[in-house]
């Protein structure tokens, strides 16, 4: 198995007694038999114990109910602190077991991408469910952006991106001749015509180069072009060209605002999700790099003050720090000022360091994952991603401009979730909905 599980052995005779021992709790579980091959009955439940009570004591009330009890020779666990977790691991140990098969069992597909077609002459961009792999895919990786809440979503966000260029949208291969017809969009003077020799291929090749910029920075290369024409315009006085440019503008941020912080290069798209933890004074980070998630792996939270958004609490208590006592010296004096200005810097540098461990034992070098595992993981993030946000649970952080994580604001995040827990209090879990796998 890909993680640490719990195991018990089961006795049907003593059915009650064995599943008086397991926890009331959200946890992924496996029922294995008494041959070694077997497959196993995989699931997920909001309340471990209520669940195997189901599946593994007969009950006369409920006689079609599916009874596990007379094959069942062992149970295997673990406990999660969420559905993001229980999903991940579910789909882990559903692959150890049944492989490329796992995706259908859970219904995990592919999520929809913009593909810019930079190989061919005279490139143009499309949506496609598939991402390139293997070394030679590690140059079109980086012309695949996304993924997108759905297709729909993606052919939108090309339809309308595409209003802002001239880049071709026929699905030919072309072979540039005069005696070419054209397309309607040529006529409504939307395209360069490369077709016909409506352009120079040193031309298309520039607006091509354009589209792949927008692309890749979700609009933000159009935009600091014109932002910076339009600046121009209004210091020189030329307010109707400055208001024109700013129609512009305003056009480009209704394209970009259909594309989520979340569509990037494929090559380039780095996460961090926070989440809660089983365990009461952590919370668990995941870190989703060169296609596959990792974790979870858990961060401390002893010691750390949280805060409380309800009780109307000054600024400095909104900043994450240690509450261990750390003694004040020459140097730390010499960063700040102020009685304990020192020791407040000191014991936020403590929780930085932390999260700095965190993130470097989730970035060890690994193998590059599989297309199960790339498609699995793809699609349990953007499953996650795009749920309305008041139903979203955890937080998603992406890297900087310089490809460093915003650590204190991570470190934010992490108080966020922490008080969820504790605000929550609620009493142990009823039953709720399950997803079970069986053989």
């Not at 038999?33 to 006369?60: C, D, Q």
């Not at 190989?119 to 980086?142: C, D, Q, S």
Request: glycine share 6%; hydrophobic share 40%.
């Amino acid at each position: 198995m890909p993680f640490e599980f719990q195991s018990i052995a089961f006795d049907p005779a003593e059915s009650r007694t064995v599943l008086s021992q397991l926890p009331r709790e959200a946890a992924i579980f496996a029922l294995y038999g008494e041959t070694a091959n077997a497959e196993p009955y995989i699931g997920r439940t909001p309340n471990l114990r209520g669940r195997l009570e189901r599946l593994l004591i007969p009950s006369e009330k409920h006689p079609r109910r599916l009874q596990l009890a007379g094959r069942v020779r062992r149970i295997e666990w673990r406990l999660t602190g969420s559905e993001f977790e229980s999903l991940l691991l579910q789909f882990e140990l559903l692959q150890s077991v049944y492989g490329t098969k796992s995706l259908e069992r859970m219904h995990l597909r592919m999520p929809a991408f913009v593909r810019f077609l930079g190989g061919n002459p005279y490139p143009r961009v499309t949506v496609t469910n598939r991402t390139p792999l293997g070394k030679a895919g590690l140059r079109e990786a980086e012309w695949v952006y996304g993924p997108f809440a759905s297709r729909v979503a993606a052919e939108r966000y090309v339809d309308e991106a595409l209003k802002l260029f001239l880049l071709r949208r026929c699905v030919d291969e072309l072979a540039p001749d005069p005696s070419h017809p054209g397309c309607v969009y040529s006529e409504m003077k939307m395209c360069l015509a490369p077709c016909y020799k409506g352009c120079t291929d040193e031309r298309y090749a520039e607006e091509s180069a354009a589209v792949e910029r927008f692309l890749s920075t979700r609009g933000e290369s159009r935009l600091v072009t014109l932002r910076t024409e339009r600046d121009a315009a209004s210091a020189n006085l030329e307010f109707e060209s400055a208001a024109a440019i700013h129609a512009q503008v305003q056009k480009v941020e209704s394209v970009r605002a259909l594309a989520s912080e979340l569509v990037r290069p494929l090559s380039e798209l780095r996460a961090m999700v926070l989440q809660e933890s089983a365990e009461p004074d952590e919370v668990v980070v995941f870190l989703f790099e060169n296609g596959r998630l990792r974790g979870p792996a858990a961060f401390s939270t002893l010691g750390m003050r949280i805060q409380n958004e309800q009780s109307g609490s000054s600024s400095l208590y909104a900043q994450p720090m240690a509450l261990e006592p750390v003694p004040e010296n020459a140097e730390t004096r010499e960063q700040g000022s102020g009685i304990g200005a020192g020791v407040q810097k000191t014991a936020r540098g403590v929780l930085e360091e932390r999260m700095q461990a965190v993130l470097a034992g989730l970035s060890a070098p690994s193998d590059a994952p599989n297309a199960t595992t790339r498609q699995g993981h793809l699609a349990l993030l953007k499953r996650w991603y795009y749920r309305p946000e008041a139903k979203r649970p955890g937080e998603i952080f992406f890297p900087e401009s310089d490809g460093n994580w915003p650590v204190r604001a991570m470190l934010r995040g992490v108080g966020r979730v922490a008080a969820m827990r504790l605000a929550a209090a609620k009493p142990a879990p009823q039953e709720g909905p399950d997803c079970d796998v069986a053989p």
